[in-house]
């Protein structure tokens, strides 16, 4: 069966850095566009970071831009995201998300159960 794991959330003080990793298993890594996702209590859940199958190009959130680097090794089908520069602001789960999308053939998306952030003085 299909399976996302995240992993490597935990309490950071702001400025700190945190690395996460998402374990992909039980489709073909490969062809997938691979998405960070996170919500904060209150709030929907946001885009965060991308990195698409074929070209490898990344797209991210405003917010994140400049501090947050989305990379994927797809021999150990594995995704990450690794912060840097962390602010109370970024406190929030994060969600691994596995998408591919052929217009009007497929549209089939895949969900992490998501890994707790929390920056905090």
């Known amino acids: 069966q299909v399976q996302l794991v995240e992993s490597g959330g935990g309490l950071v003080q702001p400025g700190g850095s945190l690395r996460l990793s998402c374990a992909a298993s039980?489709?073909?890594?490969?062809?997938?566009?691979m998405t960070w996702y996170r919500q904060a209590p209150g709030k929907s859940r946001e885009l965060v970071a991308g990195?698409?199958?074929?070209?490898?190009?990344?797209n991210y959130a405003d917010s994140v831009k400049g501090r947050f680097t989305v990379s994927r090794d797809n021999a150990k089908n594995t995704v990450y995201l690794q912060m840097t520069n962390l602010r109370p602001e970024d406190t929030a789960v994060y969600y691994c998300?596995?998408?591919?999308?052929?217009?009007?053939?497929?549209?089939?998306?895949?969900w992490g159960q998501g890994t707790q952030v929390t920056v905090s003085s």
């Open positions: 998300n596995a998408r591919r999308d052929i217009p009007g053939i497929v549209d089939r998306t895949y």
């Open positions: 039980g489709f073909t890594f490969r062809l997938y566009a």
């Open positions: 990195i698409t199958s074929l070209t490898g190009s990344t």
